[in-house]
Every structure is written in C-alpha cells, then in structure tokens.
C-alpha cells in the first residue's frame, strides 16, 4: 500500500442499515471544497430521471444568482428558496451579517420540507442547512427533529460546510468534499455556470 492511499479505509458497516434496500437513508455532503450542491443536485437528478419525486429546499440561498434553477425549472423539478439574497449586485460584496429575517427564511424552509415530505416525495435535498445549524440560524435539535420525522422510503440529502457531529452520528452516507486548491484565493472572482 503506497503512503497516499494508507487513508483510504473501508469503513466498517453500520448496524443500522445492514441489509436494507430502497430509500429512506440520510446522506450528508460537508467539508470546506466546492462541489457539496452540486453533487447533492446530481443525486436528485438522477433520481428524478429513474422516476421518483423529488424536491429541493435552498436554505440560505435568496436570491436568483443561481443558475441550475433554469435547468430545475425547465424539468418541472419543485425547489423553494429560502434566504436573504446576499450579494451586492452593485459590488458584488456578500453579506455575511445574521438577522431575525434570516431566522425567519430557515423555520419558513423547515415548513417547506414538511410539505415535501407529505406530498410523497422519494428524495429531498436539505441545500445548505449544515450551514445554517453551524452559524446558529437554526438548532440542530431542530433538524435531528425533522430527520426523525422524515417518512420512512423518504431519502434525505443535506448539505453544507461545519456538519455537526450530531449529524453526522444519524447520517448513514458522509462524503467530505476537501479543498487542495481554489481559483478564489488567486483573486478568480465566482463565475455564473460554474459557481453559481
């Protein structure tokens, strides 16, 4: 075994699921890389494409900067954004302060994956909500209530930068998308189709 792949170890299986087949597992995209959405929205793709339901919650994420919901449009994919929009047309800037109005936007998309859940959707996508319970917009008891309420064939995705431990614990899929390198930090400013 070389000394770059002494790391990749299988990980041991998980009691809880031994055997199981179908839907009704919670995956969970983290780490500080780029890629965390966009892999979540290629599962629900994909899903969507072998004829299951599926919806989306953004959370955090007002605003119409993001241009794969075109494509969730043009497919009839239901989505409901929540969030402030962030960033400063003029400037360009982003927002990074935390208000009640953002508080307000997480417990109206908290509402909006329950409607999901009871219209009988195989597949949600929780996009950004890691990130919302690290910077406190939301309790993570908050969300470990949610999971436990999720319909039993109901796949939950969520996403996001800082997963708590807590999350992590009930998830059954970890993938952790790791930065080695960004175009961000040599001044490459986001880019629309690529970043957003």
């Known amino acids: 075994?070389?000394?770059?792949?002494?790391?990749?170890?299988?990980?041991?299986?998980?009691?809880?699921?031994?055997?199981?087949?179908?839907?009704?597992?919670?995956?969970?995209?983290?780490?500080?890389?780029?890629?965390?959405?966009?892999?979540?929205?290629?599962?629900?793709?994909?899903?969507?494409?072998?004829?299951?339901?599926?919806?989306?919650?953004?959370?955090?994420?007002g605003g119409a900067h993001y241009s794969e919901r075109s494509v969730l449009d043009r497919l009839e994919i239901p989505y409901v954004a929540t969030g402030r929009d962030r960033m400063d047309v003029t400037t360009g800037r982003f927002d990074f302060s935390l208000t009640q109005k953002d508080q307000e936007e997480v417990e109206r998309g908290l509402q909006a994956v329950?409607?999901?859940?009871?219209?009988?959707?195989?597949?949600?996508?929780?996009?950004?909500?890691?990130?919302?319970?690290?910077?406190?917009?939301?309790s993570m008891e908050e969300v470990l209530t949610l999971i436990k309420k999720k319909p039993e064939g109901v796949e939950l995705i969520l996403t996001g930068r800082h997963a708590p431990s807590a999350l992590l614990e009930v998830a059954h899929l970890i993938s952790e998308v790791q930065m080695k390198k960004h175009y961000f930090y040599s001044g490459v400013k986001a880019r629309e189709g690529l970043d957003y």
């Open 1 to 61: 075994m070389t000394k770059d792949h002494q790391k990749d170890v299988i990980p041991k299986a998980d009691e809880r699921i031994i055997g199981r087949q179908g839907y009704g597992l919670v995956q969970i995209f983290t780490g500080e890389g780029k890629g965390k959405t966009t892999a979540a929205l290629g599962e629900v793709i994909r899903a969507y494409g072998a004829g299951k339901k599926v919806g989306i919650v953004y959370f955090d994420k």
């Open 114 to 138: 329950q409607v999901f859940f009871t219209s009988g959707c195989d597949v949600v996508l929780l996009d950004e909500i890691n990130s919302c319970v690290a910077l406190g917009m939301v």
